[in-house]
């Protein structure tokens, strides 16, 4: 490793409880050193004797001119504390380097990380086409498929980031890219490694808040990755990186084929060809293809994990990375850290502000102790967002699906046709599922995920708003959620709740009472939104 | 995924608004008189039946002359009167800029057809060429004149009033004329334009139903510029020196140590 080391360190320094023995790798963002625990104040014996301390250069220069930085380290440490899952490098701590005497050095975030052995990189540059090569793409997939999973993407997946453990097993790291989906898709920085990259983000719009992208992109770069690991060589033609993705724009376009290595056995062909489709639609779900690369590789099914996973609220962080992080969130220009609402204010004060989890995401809108999953929280927030009819509130989506379905993400009806946690009915679901209005291509079929669901929920009722009389008579959310499950012309003839739903429309209705927090001016507002905004409508 | 622009000469004299040809690489654009035989007809007595053709190569582009006796110019609009010359019967003449201007002789008209090549590739400071390294999705050219705009866009918040106005585009005018004599409300909104398709600006929802609106642009394309740390108060020297000066500032968005 020749490149210049972007955070030196000297040997034998301290930080916290650790001493930096060896570097291991550096980036174009931080550097990594071998750290070794030693005897402090507050020791933890939790604590493994080694581990990776990832210095990030937080300290140095001022707060604008590393924006992008900060916000890189902020998705990094977020994702690290938000997710544990074996086949993601665990983050044991973070830490502020306090070093007045060393300004280069001064305020820089240190990650302790789980040390590993190396990384795939360099194992695949010792020993190309390695005989673990199927065994390790099937733990790089399942690492992926826990990612997806839990609701985030990766956003660089690359052999330099999939670390090998001294058992020999394979871990993803580096998660400076990664973001949490928002429905069907993500935003992250407008960073990529080119030869990773699938063709639908060469030289994508960029917006205010980034860059989008889909967990398909990850599958994108795990179909280049299988190839480059069984056969030494890229899936696209070229010899330097811009011919390849010339190649690969090409590709995309239609007007050249797919011509992976002779080399490739038959089982990974397929699997590469899926991964290596030319849109994303067509690419494969992470699910199938951790089964059927688990198939190839010979390898068991995987044990089954958590159908979701909760975040964690017991941090371990030291308050003046929260503080530091206040700072970070306000100066960041647009929504890139969407989670840091409210944090510091826009001078930039921080002080004893809190972070927003999932847990209390919306707490202004819905109560937080009334067993409404955190985990759809931010879904239902955002969803009911999304619509301009002020009658469609974060608390009517939660009332909707606790009478729908108890927040059962697995529920199956097939006598009655209806699936997940709000009970659609897929040939309905078809015309509701996509963000962008239009009717998706095929009616979806079962299961149905939440955030398929819960989307699509807001959208179905922001449509039935306008389209219900003015003149019935009750509470128009509960009039909407009984439009939602008859339909609006029910309701409208009808005149109100039709009488075969009138117990489902009491139970709407009282959760929905039970989920608004009582917070009086937050009522005052939305009765006065309802009196303000409600259109004159024809009869 | 579009890498070279192609803007036709201009069909009326108040035309403002001139269609852009958006070619992706390995796409071909043929040019001249006749409708059938090109994707771009040049009504102009003065241009051959088949005049030429633009293919998208990679990130730049290069040029047929299928005329039997004209030689056309590619300028370099920025670049002093640095330019190319591609013969009659030459096939495939690569260029290598990313502004270009092809002067088409048409019995004594000069007909400008602009291609733009907002895709160049900038090393960037860490990186290197291996394909292998997370590198910023945008480059920009330090040395070109959009840069220079980019940076008085950005330089109140730059200079540490981050809720500051932005500049009004006669102000930008004004900030620029020292270095650049010739600026003008025209050629600084055109770049400001330039730099919305350069750095790949998504469409704000209102452009759909009121057309182009300049605040939004100018809004966004200077969060966005700030937010990936393209322009940094040390940029800010683009405004006080000369501005065409070639040097090794073009470098990319570079990630900071």
Known sequence: MTEPYAVPVPKGYRVGAWEVREPIATGAFGSVYEGRRVAADGDR????????????????????????????????????????????????????????????????????????????????????????????????????????????????????NV???PDGSARLADFNMAAELEGTHAYTPAFSTPDYTPPELLWSEIGERGRRIRPSADVWAFGVLAHLVLTDSFPLPGATPTARRDAGAAYARGTD??????????????????????????????????????????????????????????????????????????????????DWADVGGSDGSGGESEKVTPATYGADELRTDKGIPAAY????????????????????????????????????????????????????????????GVPAKE??????????????????????????????????????????????????????????????????????????????????RVAQYLEEYTPPRKA | MYSIIVVPPPTTEDETDRTQLRLAPGERLGFGRSAADNDLTIAHDGVSRRAGEITAQGAFW????????????????????????????RLDAPVPFEFSRIVLPAAGDLLPIEVWAPRHDYLSSEGGLDGATTAPAFSVDRTKRYF????????????????APLPTVDQVVDRLRPNWPAASRTSVQWNIDYLAVKLRLKPGPETADTGPRLNGKKESLVSLALRFDLVREDDLVVLRGPLREPSSAAVSGRPAR
């Open chain 1, 163 to 165: 670390l090998l453990m």
């Open chain 2, 62 to 89: 290069i040029l047929s002359n299928l005329s039997r006796e004209q030689t056309y110019v590619v300028e370099n609009p920025e670049g002093a009167g640095e330019h190319i010359k591609v013969g009659p019967g």
């Open chain 1, 377 to 436: 929280r931010r879904l239902i927030v955002d969803s009911a967002h999304d619509c301009v009819q002020p009658e469609v509130t974060p608390a009517l989506i939660a009332a909707l699906l606790k009478a729908e379905s108890d927040f059962d993400p697995d529920l199956s009806d097939p006598a009655k046709d209806e699936y997940g946690i709000a009970r659609w009915t897929p040939a309905v679901l078809r015309w509701w599922i996509r963000d962008d």
């Open chain 1, 257 to 338: 084929e797919l011509r992976l290595s002779p080399e490739l056995p038959d089982a990974w062909r397929e699997i590469v060809r899926d991964c290596l489709a030319r849109t994303h639609a067509d690419r494969i779900p992470t699910g199938d293809l951790l089964r059927r690369v688990e198939a190839a590789a010979g390898t068991g099914r995987s044990p089954r994990l958590p159908r979701r996973l909760r975040p964690r609220h017991r941090l371990r962080r030291t308050k003046v990375l929260v503080t530091a992080v206040a700072v970070v969130a306000a100066s960041v220009l647009g929504y890139g850290i969407s």
């Open chain 1, 443 to 524: 009616t979806p079929s079962p299961p149905i995920t939440p955030s398929e669901s819960i989307p699509a929920v807001g959208r179905y009722l922001c449509f039935i708003e306008p389209r219900l009389r003015a003149d019935l008579s009750g509470d128009r959310r509960v009039l909407l959620a009984a439009a939602y499950r008859t339909s609006f012309k029910k309701v409208n003839d009808a005149g109100g709740v039709p009488p075969k739903s009138s117990a489902y429309a009491t139970r709407v209705a009282h959760f929905l009472k039970e989920y608004t927090p009582q917070d009086r001016d937050y009522t005052a």
């Open chain 2, 148 to 163: 220079a705009v980019l940076a008085a866009l950005c330089e109140s918040r730059l200079r540490g009033e981050p809720h």
């Open chain 1, 45 to 160: 014996p939790d604590l493994p004797k080694t581990a990776a301390l990832k210095f990030l250069p937080t300290g140095t220069g001022t707060p604008r001119q590393l924006t992008h930085l900060r916000e890189l380290i902020e998705r990094e440490v977020e994702l690290y504390r938000r997710l544990k899952q074996p086949r993601l490098i665990r983050m044991y701590d973070t830490l502020v380097v306090d070093d007045p005497a060393g300004p280069a050095l001064d305020g820089a975030t240190v990650l302790v990380l789980e040390r590993a052995e190396g990384s795939l990189s360099a194992l695949v540059a010792a020993e190309p086409r390695p005989a673990a090569g199927p065994a390790l793409l099937a733990q790089i997939c399942e690492g992926l498929a826990q990612l997806h999973r839990a609701g985030w993407v990766h956003g660089d997946l690359k052999p330099a």
